[in-house]
């Protein structure tokens, strides 16, 4: 009897890290042919322009609130903590540095997935399901090219883009907080803050995870709307794990971009 | 019933022993069928018999596993990407429930194809939708949203944009399913009328007898994967095969069974005597 | 019209966006950090870095000048030699020195940059060779007490 469930559940695990390699390879076939194919969107930036308005300007208000509610969470808790060691200036320094590390970069991807990839796999997967896809290619028209590489480059050039606005909420906020409603010193915090976060090592770098995190989600949410099941089902399915996937793919990447960039020498 | 076997110049799409299986279940087997030139030739089948795959094929959406499609004396699996798409331009496609644009409008879904393949003035193009959308009665109807419009409507502004490039060769996936009997009657007269009028060859792939039988000039009927006999309406209908006259006169039973392979009834119930 | 406002909503977002890497970079990143590639290097021998890093500041007069561009273990000479590279519009005389220094009790280590009083000036690849190496807690504590003992053992 145990000897069973232990049998059927390494079946399991194989079956499950079999489905996942067989998934990370059409995925990259998937994104071959996506980049392969990305002529169209040069020589048509009109189709561009509707998928940034799409992915970026559609996602511009969510980023903005969130900016500045993270910021002036950061804010407060950084002051309570910094009063006690009598650096309350520091607090600039600490809302910047962890935005513009780690924060913006990050929750601005988890929130583009959830707002703009989920609906980027409900878009695709509505089209494949009502044979929309299948339409367009009998017409002739290659749906990779038409369809799904604008919407991968709009989301990808958006990414960066609403990181940055992300981490610039999060820093206006933190300054609401401390220094306007809380009184700490503005000189002092603007200064303490640029003395201590480097262009280069600070802010192109968190620019840099989100163009990866922006690739990573972007790719996630067009295979998972392509990948589905063409039924109602399939698709909310697919909504679904693309929430789910990017999210864990956007905490792991971080964890391998931090190693890389921010220790060592 | 005689299979017809004349000159290629006739046929326009020519099925060649062609088999598909998906996996390894056998969808089609050994298909040869031709499809006459400027007629309209329907595919008689049951659900589940391929027929979809059939016109996959002629699409080029699917390879054939053994056989050769050939599009006008070209077979469709040995063409190149680009060949391939130059074939489509001359195909056109109603899908079963239109799978028309649902972001953009009536008028839109049929500029669609012009606008992705011509380089026309917005005075020109517009003109064609409005003649194109005029052919299948929706004229006043081009400012609409899909979502607004019938079955009905939906399926005759589909056929406005399968024709926008003036297509050889049309074809009708179940083109009547899910519509009132009027709605049924002005699609199958549109399918008469437009295949008259601009000597498309059409293919109508149907479970729908009764309608097709009157409109068509050639039938194929599909049974398992195989054809089981194929004429013109007439000998269709006359014919005596039980497989073509269960399917004809929709009776119940027959080669085709109601009952899914099970174990005896009376014993599924646990009433059977013998223990 | 429905084109216009797509193109009024995307013109809004990346004009949003570059405001926002605008912020970022004249706003929070220090524009006085000046690009460390840009400038002459100079090289000098310690005994000892102690914690001393890569991309450590270099600072003379408490003013920034430079920043910690290569460190090394010179096997010939069992040092190691630090190479710093100064920004171009800092000029110090030949003589200058160098001394690891610490920010404040446990801050981090910085290399402190004294002028001297020669003529000729720093140029790219010179070595200066007046340093002070960083101070070992243990090594100054050791000497203290053997300080006191010594002194302690003349009293007696």
């Known amino acids: ?265 | 019933m005689n299979p017809i076997s004349e000159k290629k110049s006739h046929s326009l799409v020519d099925f060649n022993s062609v088999g598909f299986s998906y996996g390894k279940m056998e969808i089609l087997k050994d298909i040869n069928v031709s499809l006459p030139r400027g007629k309209i030739t329907a595919i008689f089948g049951g659900s589940g018999t391929g027929k979809t795959t059939f016109l996959r094929l002629m699409g080029g959406q699917l390879r054939p596993s053994q056989g050769a499609v050939n599009f006008d004396g070209i077979p469709i699996n040995k063409m190149s990407y680009r060949e391939l798409y130059a074939a489509r331009r001359r195909m056109g496609m109603l899908f079963q429930f239109g799978a028309l644009f649902t972001d953009l409008t009536v008028f839109e879904n049929v500029a669609f194809p012009l606008r992705e393949h011509t380089n026309l003035s917005a005075k020109l193009l517009r003109d064609l939708v409005v003649m194109k959308l005029h052919a299948v009665g929706l004229r006043g109807a081009k400012n609409l949203n899909t979502s607004e419009l019938s079955g009905g409507m939906a399926r005759r502004v589909a056929l406005a944009r399968a024709i926008a490039l003036d297509p050889e060769l049309i074809m009708y996936d179940e083109p009547f399913t899910g519509l009132d009997p009027i709605a049924t009657a002005v699609i199958a007269n549109l399918i008469r009328k437009l295949n008259n009028a601009l000597g498309i060859t059409s293919v109508l792939v149907t479970h729908d007898v009764e309608v097709s039988l009157q409109i068509v000039d050639y039938c194929v009927v599909l049974a398992s994967g195989e054809v089981v006999g194929q004429g013109t309406p007439q000998e269709i209908r006359q014919s005596d095969n039980p497989l073509i006259k269960q399917f004809i006169n929709g009776q119940i039973d027959g080669p085709v069974p109601l009952h899914y392979p099970a174990p005896d009834y009376t014993r599924d119930l646990g009433v059977s005597s013998e223990k | 019209m429905q084109r216009g406002t797509v193109d009024i909503w995307v013109g809004i977002f990346v004009t949003v966006g570059f405001l926002g890497l605008l912020f970022l970079a004249l706003k929070v990143g220090s524009a006085n950090n000046f690009s460390v590639s840009d400038g002459y290097v100079v090289s000098a021998e310690f005994d000892n870095i102690g914690g001393l890093k890569v991309k450590a500041p270099v600072k003379s007069a408490g003013v920034v000048v430079g920043r910690v561009d290569r460190i090394v273990f010179n096997n010939s000479t069992l040092r190691a030699t630090v190479t710093i590279r100064l920004g171009r519009q800092f000029e110090f005389p030949k003589d200058s020195s160098v001394s690891i220094l610490t920010a404040g009790l446990l801050g981090e280590q910085y290399i402190g940059l004294d002028g001297g009083g020669d003529i000729d000036l720093l140029v790219n690849g010179d070595k200066i060779l007046l340093t002070q190496s960083a101070m070992v807690l243990e090594k100054v504590i050791g000497q203290f007490l053997f300080n006191k003992a010594s002194e302690s053992g003349k009293k007696n």
């Open chain 1, 1 to 265: 009897m145990r000897n069973n469930t232990l049998f059927r559940g390494m079946i399991l695990v194989g079956k499950l890290t079999i489905d996942g390699v067989w998934k990370i390879g059409s995925a990259s076939r998937f994104m071959f042919y996506v980049i392969c194919r990305s002529g169209m969107t040069v020589r048509r930036p009109r189709l561009l322009l509707d998928e940034i308005y799409f992915a970026g300007a559609l996602s511009l208000i969510i980023i903005i609130v969130s900016g500045l509610f993270v910021g002036l969470v950061l804010g407060l808790q950084g002051y309570e903590t910094l009063k006690r060691y009598g650096s309350a200036e520091a607090v600039g320094t600490l809302v910047a540095l962890s935005l513009v590390r780690e924060l913006g970069p990050v929750v601005a991807a988890l929130l583009f997935a959830s707002r703009a990839g989920s609906a980027m796999t409900a878009k695709i997967g509505i089209m494949k399901s009502t044979e929309q896809l299948s339409a367009m290619e009998m017409m002739a028209v290659d749906p990779y090219s038409r369809v799904v590489t604008p919407m991968f480059w709009g989301g990808f050039f958006s990414m960066p883009l609403l990181a940055a606005i992300f981490s610039a909420m999060g820093i206006f906020g933190g300054y609401l907080i401390t220094v306007v409603v809380i009184g700490v010193d503005g000189g002092a915090f603007w200064s303490q803050m640029q003395a201590s976060v480097d262009f280069q090592g600070d802010i192109l770098n968190g620019i840099y995870k989100s163009v990866v995190f922006g690739f990573a989600v972007n790719a996630i949410a067009l295979f998972e709307g392509f990948d589905c099941l063409p039924t109602a089902e399939g698709v909310s399915r697919a909504v679904t794990r693309t929430v789910v996937t990017s999210a864990l793919a956007v905490l792991a990447l971080d964890f391998v971009l931090t190693a890389f960039m921010f220790t060592g020498a």
